[in-house]
């Protein structure tokens, strides 16, 4: 099975903290995603990555940045956290499949943020 | 741009009915693939069902089955025999092919609040 795990479930930080969440996964696979979730606003994506050391900015990419130094880690950083990332965030990975669609995404279990 | 559309903010259904939740939506591309996810109140997202546009026949996962109706644009997910279990937030999900950096991601829905009532 897939396994995708985040460091932490809950979190609680200040105002204008740097704030990391980390992601990993044990599946070899290529892509990693950072989406923060909000209530009647769905799942929107932050950044992804489909390789080591890239990055993409997803829809709302403002006031974060990510890293990935190896494959199997993501992390999400929070630069100076603000209120209004108080969230719940979750990390997902797929694999990768030349041309086609059929790639499944991954949750980790989330990591519900307050910042305060 | 692609969109998934969920009208359905929440619902209700009785223990062991069938239950319909609506997914539309809008894309220019000839192929993509339709996921649904279910989200329990602990938070982690579980994939529950896959169609490709180009799927002949609309998918099934036990009691999870897909009815897919590609010149209406909709894929909705229909859950036969509603356990307590079943209850959670429900998302459609849309991905498109690669075609360049910003393909790999899923467009989501905004959810449907699925409840179970004994």
């Known amino acids: 099975d897939v396994k995708v795990t985040q460091s932490s479930r809950y979190l609680v930080k200040r105002t204008g903290e740097k704030v990391f969440l980390e992601c990993v996964q044990d599946?070899?696979?290529?892509?990693m995603f950072w989406y923060r979730q909000d209530p009647g606003l769905g799942l929107r994506l932050i950044y992804f990555s489909y390789d080591v050391k890239m990055k993409e900015k997803g829809d709302i990419p403002e006031g974060y940045s990510v890293s990935r130094e190896k494959k199997e880690r993501f992390s999400l950083i929070l630069e100076s956290a603000s209120t209004n990332q108080t969230s719940m965030y979750l990390c997902a990975s797929s694999l990768l499949l030349a041309g086609g669609n059929q790639e499944t995404q991954y949750f980790g279990p989330g990591t519900r943020l307050l910042v305060l | 741009a692609q969109k998934i559309t969920q009208t359905q903010p929440g619902m209700f259904v009785q223990e062991k009915e069938a239950v319909t939740l609506d997914c539309t939506y809008d894309t220019s591309d000839p192929s993509y693939g339709l996921f649904w996810y279910k989200q329990p109140s602990s938070g982690e997202m579980i994939f529950l069902i896959y169609q490709g546009s180009y799927d002949q026949q609309n998918a099934t996962e036990g009691r999870y089955s897909l009815n897919f109706q590609k010149a209406r644009k909709s894929a909705n997910l229909v859950i036969s025999a509603s356990q307590l279990g079943d209850s959670a937030m429900y998302f459609c999900?849309?991905?498109?092919?690669?075609?360049?950096?910003?393909?790999?991601?899923?467009?989501f829905g905004k959810g449907t609040k699925l409840s179970v009532i004994p």
């Open positions: 999900a849309m991905r498109t092919p690669y075609s360049g950096a910003g393909s790999y991601q899923l467009t």
């Open positions: 599946m070899d696979h290529e892509n």
